[in-house]
């Protein structure tokens, strides 16, 4: 009660990094507890990491508390989660202003820059589930090493597509997009709308995902399983392709400013959303309507795929209670719980399937378009995220010049792959002696 009445007012802002506790006796007091039991709390919170405490001038929060990571801790991105795990598991500790925890549900991106510090599911995943043909194998397939080590087991998934509001288009003389649509169809279609509207109301080009999603369209790539991909010149293309679209929004930020976009296009704001399943909102007071991407010819009808995805980390959690997660998230109840919420793609075959409205021909979309999906970033650090986006960065908004720029970042990035495991060699033409006798010692 006291850890939890202590986290709770760190929550609330009540306490903040820096602050010093009263001691724990006077603390014991004006929360009603033995003095013991507060000094355990405490002891507790600084083998944590939450306090630091310093003999002979007491007790305080640190200043990095919220990266700390607290037993049994569930740490959700979005809090449709944690309202359906809560109830189900009510020894998970769900604390939002921590920014990590032992058990995470994250994103595509997050969970691949990230993968080392994650535990492999994959032997647990078929302890539980022997039998995973009611599972879609599509969406795993990025989330395996080459030795088959699983570091996130996909909850639910999503093509992206593009959404648009019908009435922001006929104003400004744009016609409807359709299936099939092509790249300069949509280029024009946002100078239109420019002459009425400024950048951010009108496509939401930020996050990594966007530019990543045009490359993936233009048929190119960043790494791929035959090494770096970011030079080849279906992936210029797709660079290029960005690179018209920021110009012709006129747009010099990395995000279309602080305001939810999602929200903002709900609200019957903006033009055009790219967007995945578990963005949209299908009961919007808006008559939205939704279209595969813009097709860029000569590239690959494919989009970049939108994962939510439970990763558990490598130290702290409890067998048990690992095993409960796992059953709980990829269970019939609750895949059709989230499929009733048309919340993503469940990934349960049975429960994606149940999750469509056949009615409704937005949905529609996202049923033709599931499979033509890719989340091959191949990102597995974020200096390496970082490496490629500010790079990228630089060619968008400083006009930095397209080839030499993407020359510099692939060779960093065949550099940084190249030197990454080291292994001694031993010469035996050099040290033939040595060798041997280090064989006899043996």
């Known amino acids: 009660m006291v850890r939890e009445h202590i986290i709770a007012e760190l929550e609330a802002g009540t306490l903040s990094g820096g602050d010093k506790l009263p001691g724990a006796r006077e603390f014991s007091e004006r929360i009603g507890v033995s003095h013991s039991i507060t000094q355990m709390a405490f002891i507790s919170l600084v083998r944590d990491g939450v306090l630091d405490s310093f003999p002979r001038s007491g007790t305080f929060v640190r200043q990095d508390w919220r990266e700390r990571i607290l037993p049994n801790s569930f740490f959700f991105f979005r809090r449709r989660w944690a309202d359906l795990v809560q109830e189900r598991l009510p020894e998970i500790k769900i604390h939002e202003s921590f920014r990590r925890g032992v058990f995470e549900v994250r994103t595509t991106l997050d969970v691949l820059q ?12 078929n302890e539980i589930y022997p039998d995973t043909s009611d599972f879609l194998s599509m969406p795993f397939r990025s989330f395996r090493t080459a030795s088959g080590q699983l570091f996130g087991i996909p909850l639910v998934f999503s093509p992206r597509v593009l959404c648009f509001n019908p009435a922001m288009l006929e104003k400004t003389g744009c ?12 280029i024009e279609d946002i100078a239109k709308l420019r002459k009425h509207y400024p950048a951010d ?5 930020g996050f990594d995902f966007a530019s990543i999603n045009f490359i993936f369209r233009a048929g190119g790539g960043i790494i791929g399983e035959n090494g770096v991909r970011i030079d080849h010149p279906a992936s210029r293309n797709g660079i290029a392709k960005v690179k018209e679209l920021y110009q012709v929004l006129g747009a010099h930020t990395k995000w279309p400013g602080n305001t939810p976009y999602a ?3 709900h609200k019957g704001e903006c033009a055009f959303f790219m967007a995945a399943r578990q963005d949209v909102d299908f009961r919007s007071k808006i008559e939205w309507k939704n279209v595969p991407m813009p097709v860029i010819p000569g590239g690959a009808d494919v989009s970049a795929q939108a ?13 048990t209670m690992l095993r409960e997660v796992i059953r709980l998230m990829l269970s019939p109840e609750l895949q059709d719980q989230i499929g009733a919420l048309r919340y993503g793609i469940p990934i349960r075959k049975s429960s994606a399937m149940k999750s469509f409205d056949p009615e409704d ?11 033509k999906i890719s989340a091959e970033y191949n990102f597995d650090s974020r200096e390496m995220t970082r490496l490629v986006m ?12 397209l080839d030499r720029t993407v020359d510099e970042i692939a ?4 550099t940084i792959l190249r030197y990454r495991h080291f292994e001694a060699k031993i010469d035996a033409d050099v040290h033939p002696q040595s060798i041997k006798s280090e064989g006899k010692r043996k």
Do not use: K, V
């Open 263 to 265: 929200e903002q296009f």
């Open 175 to 186: 016609s409807e997009p359709r299936s099939g649509w092509l790249w300069d169809e949509f």
């Open 307 to 319: 994962t939510d995805l439970l990763c558990i980390r490598q130290q702290g959690a409890d067998p």
């Open 390 to 401: 500010h790079g990228l960065y630089e060619i968008w908004l400083n006009n930095a010049d």
């Open 201 to 205: 109301r009108i496509f939401n080009w």
């Open 361 to 371: 021909p937005r949905d529609a979309i996202f049923l033709s378009e599931m499979t």
């Open 411 to 414: 060779a960093a990035l065949r």
């Open 114 to 125: 990230n993968r080392d510090e994650y535990m492999d599911l994959s032997g647990i995943l």
